[in-house]
């Protein structure tokens, strides 16, 4: 090998500059790629005033959201009366039913005689919605309540004192008229006043009151928060888990372990005279009203039917009209291009559009999604087979020819045998995509599950029906993927996904 | 199938071998036979449940199947062009159907943006800003996911089964949640998609990655360059067209989402669709249908010719 020496070196360099010294493109496109990518960025951020919708949303409401998705939250109200008596209250849809006794929440009850003010018929209406306030009715309504009111002196039990454990380390003590908040050590003091809230010092970082004499809310991070009003301490305490996804609360076997879930299915009394207590049980689960186990499930196979019968017919369309479109099959090139054009308005139209139209011609459900799948795939698919087509080997094609055999047998023992893998491997791989993409055209009415879980996201209160919604999919996507992957490489072999 | 004419004797190891031949020819017959079986089992059900819970039935609303496109027909073919580039209709009798003016977005006294064209611009700004964010992050994860470039199968493994997640989780639920916390806006559809693109994109990356020639890498190795610049030096100038390219099929897949997350509530040319679809404005309908085939035609030949030339016909082998 021959070097050069310096002066060589230079010289030759000297001769042929634009060969050792880089364009002004491959040295600087680096940063001028990045630099124009942050520019559009910082554009767009501009455009859609990223800055402003960030900062002004609710990151708050963010977190509770989330911890919906895998919590509940019990909500008892602990109302509290004018005579510093006070009722526990929990809502009729609370998940752990009606009448619950809780041992986080240690009540003293006592019975005791007191008065009590029963509004008039004519007032009741307007009463039903807060019946404390009229108990103690402000100055401006007292002389109209007064009059129309009767006085009723009633011995009941009612609760004096209520402490609520929110974690090991934080209570909620409630003693009208006072109420002291205990967080790692930390105490807060409130005293309740007629219509007012006061905190007896400042208040730390984990309670908030927008004005003086306003509610307080307390925050205790994961395990809850709660609403300290004059009237009432509106508790929430959070909970990890699904509640009631087997049973509902209206159903007899809510809140019963497994155990005893099956001891009473297997014995002979029944629950409800009408069935055994078999189909009660599978009747209650199916048609559980807050989880909806067989709509869910009816729908998400929607959602899989719509995929597969649109692939399937899709391909099986696309099939002979890919050999139409294909050069080398068909000798008439008007005839390729037609045809391949064809492919690309089927294509360009999208989805969503054909969804749409489907919808409005066969009304909401699967048969517009399935209708729009295998519209838009008839493109797809066409185009990719036309594509394998004119990729194959003339060689066997010849080779049949050669022997005197029809059209048809040239196609079928020489072009088939080499495309039909991959157009089966092309077909599974769209019935697998289509699975997911069959989920949001569902949302604009085309049938599946897309709907309802835009509805359940609609409200902001299910979000634990999304979660369980999502999980159906994402394993339902995970099976299909598995399975037309195990397909395809027995189809095509290993190394080719 | 025929057999040759004439019938020779089989030897003894002859007739063995035609027997098993005929076996296995049997075999095979039975399982195609039973698999169309299957299939076509799977197929009738299938169309029987789907028919079974559409709202109308298959056969009942087929004769007005084209009711529909009678009612896309426009009331002259110029009121399209009016819809499309917002000029006022002779037909304007106050309702939102002939109010093409009003959704003008002007730029000066005199000069306009017509509604459809912004809106357009607004869907492909989202499909293109999601596409930017999610080649960016995608192509770091996929370095973390390739099996040369990182022998750690710990840091691997959750790599690849965070990217399954990303690409697996349903786009529309994503969208839905961000707009129940930034209200209404195309920024829900942007995250929305660029999640998806990060899983979709991570994943085509690493398989190009692994692909890679390792000659540089080992180079670089010998030299005792750092994992970033082994990267940088050796991976980077290899894959960036591929790379590219693949950004590029993206960009064309990422119009469409756009579009159809816009539908349910993301902004953008998809709500317009929707709304004028369901509200039966034919000639506004038409406008977009037209405004959105040309985009989407424009923006498929222009990445296919760019993909052409960076990476040449391996860029249209088919993904399987």
């Known amino acids: ?497 | 199938m025929q057999t040759s004419p004439t019938h020779a004797p089989l030897g003894e190891r002859g007739a063995q071998i035609e027997a098993h031949w005929q076996v296995l020819a049997r075999g095979r017959r039975r399982y195609t036979i039973l698999s169309l079986a299957v299939l076509f089992v799977a197929l009738t059900g299938s169309l029987w449940f789907a028919n079974d819970s559409n709202s109308g039935k298959f056969i009942d609303r087929l004769p007005h199947l084209f009711d529909f496109v009678e009612m896309l027909v426009p009331r002259d073919g110029m009121e399209i062009w009016r819809a499309l580039f917002d000029l006022p209709s002779p037909y304007f009798d106050g309702s939102l159907q002939y109010d093409y003016p009003d959704g003008r977005y002007y730029i000066t006294q005199s000069l306009y943006i017509p509604e459809y064209f912004y809106k357009m611009a607004e869907t492909l700004n989202i499909a293109l800003a999601s596409t930017i964010i999610g080649f960016f992050f995608g192509s770091i994860l996929s370095f973390l996911a390739a099996r040369n470039m990182m022998k750690n199968v710990w840091i691997r493994g959750p790599v690849r089964r965070f990217m399954e997640i990303l690409r697996a989780f349903p786009e529309i639920v994503l969208a839905g949640f961000f707009l129940a916390i930034l209200s209404l806006g195309p920024i829900p559809a942007m995250i929305a998609v660029s999640i998806h693109t990060i899983g979709a994109l991570g994943k085509l990356f690493f398989e190009v990655i692994e692909n890679a020639d390792m000659r540089p890498d080992e180079g670089l190795k010998a030299a005792g360059a750092s994992w970033i610049e082994r990267v940088w030096f050796a991976m980077v100038p290899q894959v960036m067209p591929n790379f590219v390219s693949y950004f590029l099929l993206r960009l064309e897949i990422n119009v469409r989402a756009s579009t159809i997350i816009g539908a349910v509530g993301g902004g953008g040319i998809g709500e317009q669709l929707r709304l004028s679809i369901t509200r039966g404005h034919e000639a506004k309908t038409l406008a977009i249908v037209f405004l959105l085939l040309m985009t989407i035609i424009a923006v498929d030949q222009l990445s296919a010719w760019l993909r052409r030339k960076l990476v040449g016909d391996q860029a249209f082998r088919p993904v399987v």
């Not at chain 1, 109302?79 to 849809?93: L, N, Q, Y």
């Not at chain 1, 209520?162 to 790692?184: K, L």
């Open chain 1, 1 to 497: 090998m021959q070097s050069l020496s310096a002066t060589d070196l230079n010289a030759v360099a000297a001769r042929h500059p634009h060969l050792l010294t880089p364009s002004f493109w491959s040295r600087f496109r680096i940063p001028v790629i990045l630099t124009s990518g942050i520019l559009y960025l910082a554009f767009c951020s501009w455009l859609f005033s990223v800055p402003q919708v960030m900062s002004s949303a609710n990151w708050n409401i963010a977190g509770s959201y989330l911890a919906d998705w895998v919590s509940y939250e019990e909500r008892p109200t602990i109302a509290i009366r004018d005579d510093a008596t006070m009722k526990v209250e929990f809502s009729r849809f609370d998940p752990i039913g009606p009448n619950p006794n809780p041992d986080w929440l240690q009540a003293k009850r006592e019975t005791i005689t007191r008065t009590i003010t029963t509004p008039a018929p004519a007032t009741a209406a307007g009463a039903a919605a807060s019946t404390f306030s009229f108990m103690a009715p402000a100055p401006s309504s007292a002389t109209a309540t007064a009059t129309a009111a009767t006085t009723e002196t009633v011995s009941e039990e009612v609760v004096t004192h209520a402490v609520v454990q929110m974690n090991p380390e934080a209570t909620i003590e409630v003693a009208p008229p006072g109420v002291t908040v205990t967080r790692s050590g930390e105490t807060l003091a409130i005293s309740l006043g007629r219509d007012s809230v006061q905190a007896s010092g400042p208040l730390p970082s984990w309670a908030t009151q927008r004005a003086p004499g306003e509610k307080i809310v307390v925050a205790f991070g994961f395990s809850g928060w709660a609403e300290v009003r004059s009237d009432a301490v509106i508790v929430h305490k959070r909970y990890l888990g699904w509640p009631g996804f087997l049973f509902d609360i209206d159903s007899p076997y809510f809140g019963k372990p497994l155990s005893e879930v099956l001891t009473l299915i297997r014995s002979d009394e029944r629950l409800d005279p009408a069935q055994s207590n078999l189909s009660l049980a599978i009747n209650n689960i199916l048609y559980n009203p807050s989880w909806q186990h067989l709509d869910v499930w009816t729908k998400l196979f929607q959602t899989i039917v719509m995929a597969f019968v649109g692939t399937l017919f899709a391909s099986i369309i696309a099939f002979p009209l890919s050999f139409i479109a294909a050069r080398n099959i068909t000798l008439n090139r008007p005839v390729n291009q037609l045809t391949k054009r064809f492919f690309d308005f089927l294509r360009s139209v999208d989805m969503l559009i054909w969804a749409l139209f489907f919808t409005r011609a066969f009304g909401p459900g699967p048969l517009a999604g399935i209708s729009a799948i295998f519209f838009t795939d008839t493109g797809t698919l066409g185009k990719l087979y036309s594509e394998a087509l004119e990729n194959i080997d003339d060689k066997q094609r010849e080779g049949i020819k050669s022997v005197g055999a029809p059209p048809l047998a040239v196609q079928r023992f020489g072009v088939l045998p080499q495309v039909l893998p991959v157009f089966a491997s092309q077909a599974l791989y769209f019935w697998e995509s289509n699975t997911r993409s069959a989920t949001i055209i569902g949302a604009v009415g085309a049938g599946g599950i897309g709907l309802k879980l835009w509805e359940a996201m609609r409200t902001n209160t299910n979000w634990k029906n999304v979660a369980y919604m999502v999980i159906l999919i994402l394993i339902v996507v995970f099976i299909f993927d598995a399975i037309s992957n195990a397909l395809r490489s027995r189809l095509i072999g290993k190394r080719n996904h």
